[in-house]
């Protein structure tokens, strides 16, 4: 096969048409590529290409949208159900390909079969259904018709040639694409030019366009010599569930195998139940470290306090050798490789992101230019927002602090409050069950039910634009 051919062969349908007809959904490509349209039974979930569309009683007209992509098909106890993305934005380009958030996607139903099927099953298809309805609201899903969002930059300029020619889902790597299992029945049916990886988590931008310092919204004003620069944040959410059986070995071999030497950084209280589980956790490790695993325990709470996060300085200080050693990846104007990264800081806390998503952000803006500094401030604060609201349900509680650090006052106290008393208590209780039993859904994590982890990965790329 040649180079054309397979680019021309794994192109993915950017707009279609979907057909509402009594007995299947009809998917029509609408993007100039003339592709065959995709039937959708109503009654099972099945599949299959068609060449052209049926025709409809001129009494009962089908109803037709736009859409955007094919999220995948998720089967529950007797239905099936197909999701698609109606409405997308925009959010910027990386590596040179546009990369889209999804604005909003709908659950069509293919459950006729329900008809026949005993009560009980019906009652309990019914919740799960219910479920799926606020499923739409999901929030933080991106996707790009070209570029692998589910690799960091590194790994992304690792792959060979041939890699680099297999449809996006071949590409993709399983732990962080969000509709993995949604994707199983079109992979089955081979229908690539239909099958659109889906990541969640956050992916923010920003523009550094010259000298002058300003900030405005995302887009950013400064200056790294005459380069104009942009700057991209990625953070993945791995769809992977460990729970609390498994082996504190094979855990970090499994980090090592894939990101080379880990440092394992615990932000947690030396007191309180926090202490007896940080005791355990530091006992563990004593069995495992070794010349490219260390333990570094730093109680964050007991020197941070809630707002001194200056003092994360003294952090650094004690890991930054770790950090010179193992580096970043650079490349130059032709994509060749001159640095690389060989190794991460894997950081934890308790119940929630504040942190762990604080510490990250010193280590990112310590390794990063200096001029980008207000640039990542506001990047990552967002970002921390994006990924607590996908978490728990609310904001970043420290992330308005990482924002606007030196404009602090009493007067943001009583914001702060609000956010911690109304936010946490009211709106955690009223989501978080359901986050979590939505996530378990589409993810098809039905056998977890002892621990729900939060996994997330970031890649901080720079560009020459």
Not at 219 to 236: N, P, S, Y
């Amino acid at each position: 096969m040649t180079e054309e051919k397979a680019e021309a062969g794994q192109k993915l349908y950017t707009r279609m048409r979907l057909w509402e007809f009594p007995d299947q959904y009809v998917i029509e490509p609408t993007d100039g590529s003339n592709g065959s349209s995709l039937a959708v039974s109503r009654v099972d979930g099945s599949m299959s290409l068609i060449e052209k569309l049926p025709e409809s009683s001129s009494v009962r007209v089908p109803k037709i949208r736009t859409i955007f992509g094919v999220v995948g098909v998720l089967k529950l106890l007797a239905g099936s159900y197909l999701l698609v993305i109606t409405e997308r934005e925009c959010v910027g380009s990386y590596l040179g390909h546009p990369i889209y958030k999804v604005s909003s996607f709908k659950v069509y139903p293919c459950d006729h079969s329900l008809r026949n099927s005993p009560a009980e099953q019906k009652k309990m298809e019914t919740e799960f259904s219910a479920l799926l309805n606020i499923a739409e609201r999901t929030p933080g899903l991106y996707f790009s018709y070209e570029a692998n969002l589910t690799l960091s930059a590194q790994r992304l300029n690792d792959l060979g040639n041939e890699s680099k020619l297999l449809p996006l889902w071949r590409q993709a790597e399983p732990r962080f694409l969000w509709n993995n299992y949604m994707l199983e029945n079109l992979i089955d049916n081979k229908l690539d030019p239909y099958l659109l990886p889906i990541v969640q988590g956050s992916i923010l931008m920003s523009f550094m366009l010259s000298a002058v310092s300003h900030v405005l919204s995302h887009h950013f004003q400064a200056a790294i010599g005459k380069d104009i620069i942009d700057v991209t944040l990625i953070a993945r959410r791995c769809t992977r569930r460990n729970g609390s059986s498994a082996s504190g070995r094979a855990a970090f071999s499994g980090f090592k195998k894939k990101y080379g030497a880990v440092l394992a950084v615990d932000l947690v209280n030396t007191h309180g139940g926090e202490g007896r589980l940080s005791e355990k956790f530091a006992n563990a490790m004593q069995h495992i470290v070794s010349d490219d695993l260390r333990y570094w325990h730093f109680d964050f709470h007991h020197i941070c306090g809630h707002i001194h996060f200056e003092r994360l300085s003294i952090l650094y200080e004690q890991i930054v050798d770790f950090l010179d050693r193992n580096g970043y990846l650079l490349l130059n104007e032709k994509g060749e490789k001159m640095k690389e990264q060989l190794g991460v800081v894997r950081t934890n806390c308790i119940d929630c992101l504040d942190r762990t998503n604080v510490t990250q952000s010193m280590i990112g803006r310590n390794i990063s230019h200096p001029n980008l500094d207000e640039c990542f401030k506001i990047l990552w604060a967002d970002h921390g927002d994006d990924v607590s609201i996908q978490y728990s349900g609310t904001p970043a509680l420290k992330g308005i602090f990482g924002q606007c650090k030196e404009s602090l006052r009493m007067e943001s106290i009583p914001f702060y409050a609000i956010i911690t008393i109304t936010s946490v208590m009211e709106l955690n209780r009223m989501q978080l069950t359901f986050c979590k039993d939505i996530t378990l859904l589409l993810l098809h994590s039905h056998w977890l039910c002892h621990c729900f982890d939060w996994v997330l990965f970031c890649d901080f790329v720079i560009e020459a634009s």
